[in-house]
């Protein structure tokens, strides 16, 4: 089917399904322009907590969709191709972090959003790059288990001062930036800033103006001074950035920073979701009760 009318369907069936697109800021740009609403992991799931709709399509990767499932378990979550997966999030099983509790006992944990529902469900709150630090300070323990990224965590531990017992878990995707991509940009861009998401390694952010989730980066642009401004993260956000500030310019500090399991999502797939409705992403009962609780207070922290 031609690209308009895969988008003239897409949009007939959502309003016959009543249904809604949620998009993460690293999906494909055609994804995003047919997106009801486009946002950080935070967002989608407070979106898909109180959005009306039967339907949620959810463009991102699963632990996403699975977020929005346990907060919405009402709603059907389809998922355009449930071969999108979060690398970093796979990096931890639910095992792993019961032995990591067996080896820390008393200890708090607090996990990224990027983690399966099995690891959420032995978790005591979550977290999202825009409030690991809030979520972190929250509690008011001095030691506390934090997984699975160790370069967030790095960056929480400085930010808060507190002893993270941390897994050696990573985005592969943030972690080929590198200090000489930053260096060879700021060398094209003398006058640009540099934005960093906290995925990435501690040696860039050290060296960067601001460490941001992808929503804050959204957020802090038109406010921003900078006229130029050099991107630390996955290469998708800048679709949104370039469209929402035609005034400003951004540079990839390193345009090899695709993360493959966004794009796994296109116009055919959403179609082919919605008119079959499926792929549809189930949580087990007990794991979604379970998980419930950390996610909710996760959502509480902006
Ligand atoms: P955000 O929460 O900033 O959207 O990041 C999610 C993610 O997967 C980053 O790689
Ligand atoms: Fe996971 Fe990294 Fe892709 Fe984000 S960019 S979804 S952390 S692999």
Redesign the pocket.
């Known amino acids: 089917m031609k690209k308009e009318k895969l988008i003239e369907e897409i949009k007939e069936l959502k309003k016959e399904k009543k249904a809604v697109i949620l998009a993460?800021?690293?999906q494909p740009d055609e994804v995003q322009e047919i997106a009801d609403f486009v946002g950080?992991?935070?967002e989608l799931s407070r979106k898909a907590a109180e959005v009306e709709a039967d339907i949620i399509v959810f463009c991102g990767?699963h632990f996403m969709a699975e977020t929005a499932k346990i907060l919405a378990p009402q709603k059907k979550v389809l998922m355009p191709d449930l071969r999108a997966r979060?690398p970093m999030a796979d990096m931890l099983t639910g095992k792993d972090l019961r032995w990591m509790k067996e080896q820390n006992p008393g200890r708090k944990v607090v996990a990224y959003?990027?983690t399966t529902a099995e690891v959420k469900a032995e978790t005591d709150v979550c977290c999202?790059?825009?409030n690991a630090v809030k979520v972190v300070n929250s509690l008011p323990d001095e030691e506390i288990i934090f997984v699975p990224d160790r370069n967030l965590a790095d960056y929480v531990a400085k930010k808060t001062g507190k002893k993270l017992i941390v897994w050696d878990g990573c985005?592969p995707?943030?972690e080929k930036i590198r200090v000489k991509d930053i260096e060879e940009q700021k060398r094209l861009h003398p006058e640009a800033e540099v934005w960093a998401?906290p995925?990435c390694r501690p040696e860039i952010l050290e060296k960067v103006d601001r460490i941001l989730?992808?929503?804050q980066m959204i957020k802090e642009a038109p406010k921003s001074l900078a006229r130029e401004i050099i991107v630390a993260?996955?290469v998708g956000i800048l679709h949104r950035l370039r469209k929402e500030n035609p005034d400003k310019k951004f540079y990839p500090a390193q345009e090899k920073a695709v993360?493959r399991n966004m794009k796994k999502t296109n116009l055919e797939k959403i179609y082919q979701a919605l008119l079959k409705e499926k792929p549809e992403v189930m949580v087990e009962r007990e794991v979604a009760e379970r998980a419930k609780e950390a996610i909710n207070q996760m959502v509480r922290y902006v």
């Open positions: 993460h800021n690293y950080d992991s935070l990767v979060c959003v990027n999202t790059s825009a985005c995707i943030h998401h995925e989730s992808t929503g993260t996955e993360c």
